[in-house]
């Protein structure tokens, strides 16, 4: 059973800058790796993603203020946050897509983290 596990939540003021993680057991050279985020009464949303050759999707809402990248040595992937505002307060799952094809949709990812809590206050 393949598992991904975040970390680096937490809780900053409008503007400051968040680094989260996700350690996973599967080998992130082969998967399709992303980025999602559940806010309260709100659907789970695509964020960032990156693929096997390491190009990278976002959301509109995140472009220019988000990193996403990936450690293929230490099965880690990151995403900078940067500029963070309110609206990015939110659930934050990493998941997995053993797939060539890497887009920005929840129900094409399979493997899922526990999600970490990042809120982000005025």
């Known amino acids: 059973q393949e598992q991904l596990v975040a970390s680096g939540g937490g809780s900053v003021q409008a503007g400051g800058s968040l680094r989260l993680s996700c350690a996973a057991s599967?080998?992130?050279?082969?998967?399709?790796m992303g980025w999602f985020r559940q806010a309260p009464g709100k659907e789970r949303e695509g964020v960032a993603v990156?693929?096997?050759?390491?190009?990278?999707s976002y959301a509109d809402s995140v472009k220019g203020r988000f990193t996403i990248s990936k450690d293929n040595a230490k099965n880690t992937l990151y995403l900078q946050m940067n500029s963070l505002n309110p609206e990015d307060t939110a659930i934050y799952y990493c998941?997995?897509?053993?797939?060539?094809?890497?887009?920005?949709?929840?129900?094409?990812?399979?493997?899922w983290g526990q999600g970490t809590q990042v809120t982000v206050s005025s």
């Open positions: 998941a997995a897509r053993y797939s060539i094809s890497c887009l920005l949709q929840v129900g094409d990812f399979g493997y």
């Open positions: 599967l080998y992130t050279y082969n998967y399709c």
């Open positions: 990156i693929g096997r050759d390491r190009t990278t």
